[in-house]
């Protein structure tokens, strides 16, 4: 890369926090995003990544402007998903993984949350072996982790159980999760628990195998 391409990636990257900062300070005195501002920011070529690096690499960033890119972020995946090239798309999957044991509560809130827009708006398929790197993420002893990983798989569960009910048939994926899942209910941490109890709570009513069979565990947690 040349120098002037790196001058101009580096300035507009700047930039970028700049419009950013402005849309934080609007954030907070009237509690929304300044649509009309962040709308025009479209036109500037992989935008999106702008976004996603700010978001998961700039942790010496305001926590704020973070903040506003990753929320920023979330929505350009709602509305714009299906138009991102392919590399984009993975770009983001794979980056905003990496920050979701981030120190920051809202950075893993907010990882969390685009992850679960991306399942959403496409298919697990976005995301192949989501579950297997879920269980890995809970086999380890970092508490950001392992609270960022079951917020996580809350808010798919919340949005997405019959995707990974269906899913189930083929990889068997949920069965394992379940198991992680069962365990963390009578974790030391109550956020764990709660996280773990509110994902199960979501295949009520498709009551897949695994549930079924651990079904007396599962009423013992919910009537203490």
Do not use: W
């Not at 199960?200 to 947690?221: A, D, H, S």
């Amino acid at each position: 890369m040349t120098v002037l391409k790196l001058f101009i990636l580096y300035f507009v990257l700047y930039c970028i926090v700049c419009i950013l900062f402005v849309a934080t300070v609007t954030l907070i005195n009237t509690c929304s995003l300044p649509a009309k501002q962040l709308l025009v920011l479209r036109n500037i070529p992989e935008y999106d990544k702008y976004l996603t690096f700010i978001f998961t690499r700039l942790r010496d960033q305001d926590e704020a402007v973070r903040m506003v890119a990753g929320l920023t972020l979330k929505n350009n995946v709602k509305s714009y998903y299906r138009e991102m090239a392919p590399e984009v798309r993975h770009y983001i999957r794979d980056e905003v993984f990496r920050c979701i044991g981030d120190p920051k509560t809202t950075v893993r809130r907010t990882a969390g949350t685009i992850i679960t827009t991306i399942v959403d708006v496409g298919s697990l398929d976005e995301c192949p072996g989501l579950l297997k790197l879920f269980i890995q993420m809970l086999s380890t002893n970092e508490v950001h982790l392992i609270d960022g990983t079951l917020s996580a798989i809350y808010k798919i569960c919340q949005d997405s159980a019959e995707k990974l009910e269906e899913d189930d048939h083929k990889s068997g994926g949920l069965t394992e999760l379940f198991g992680r899942l069962f365990q963390f209910l009578g974790s030391e941490h109550e956020a764990f628990r709660q996280f773990a109890l509110g994902s199960i709570n979501q295949f009520i009513i498709c009551m897949p195998r695994v549930l079924r069979e651990n079904f007396e565990l599962y009423m013992k947690v919910r009537l203490k």
